[in-house]
């Protein structure tokens, strides 16, 4: 007996602009999306906050900024920094305060924790975050036993040029083909319009390219055929 395959598609920078916040939402209502991670600091988190409050069908969880970096000239430069990342106090008091206005916004604690560029990755800030999703009981991208990431739904390389294959239609089924057994995180980053600037993040154009991939009806149709099943964090609760 084949042992059935589940898919949680996450869309991270919920609240990064309205432009993004009405991608996730298209990719939410017409596409597969079925989680997302909200940036409080973002300038649109209110209106996130307000549309999750009214559709407790998708998964929200918290997507800690703690700054941004672009690979420019051989090297990566912040494009802007929340607090020292090396720091290991002033990381643990900010996502602290990132912790409580998710709660103040939304009312309720996160169903899992991200990170914005994966810097809870970091060794400085790692066990932070490890503490902080065991304390709250949730997932932890790329730290829990039940969840595995995929972060390959992605249009630029590890250096930031662009890679159009990673969010294109083809890109996708190739993934989707491979996924392995138990559930599975697929990250994305849908946005529309043209509210992002180079100061807040370089990833920008690819994300209109994946909203049309997510919406795409033959690629829940390619889901159902595959019998991998939609779901989102909501059960799984598990963190190293």
Known sequence: MVAKRYLIVNADDFGLSSGVNRAIIKAH??????STSMMVRGPAATEA??????????????????????YRDEAWVPLYEVVPIEDTTAVAGEVQDQLSTFRRLVGKNPTHIDSHQHVHLR??????????????GVPLRHCSSE???????????????????????????????????????????????DDLSTLETMYRSERLQEVQVLCDPRIRATLSAMEVELCSFSGTRSVK
């Not at 307000?50 to 970096?69: R, T």
């Not at 083809?170 to 980053?189: F, M, N, Q, R, S």
């Open 49 to 70: 906050a307000l549309y999750s409050g009214e559709h407790p069908d998708i998964s929200l969880g918290l997507h800690i900024d703690l700054g941004e970096w672009a």
């Open 29 to 34: 209502e017409q596409g597969i999306v079925t």
């Open 147 to 193: 969840v595995r990431y995929c972060g390959d739904f992605y249009g630029q390389t590890a250096e930031g040029l662009p890679y159009p294959h990673g969010v294109s239609f083809d890109g996708l089924i190739e993934i989707l083909a491979e996924l392995p057994p138990g559930v599975t995180e697929l990250g994305c980053h849908p946005g529309e319009g």
């Open 123 to 136: 060794e400085s800030v790692r066990p932070v975050v490890i503490e902080v999703a065991r304390t709250l």
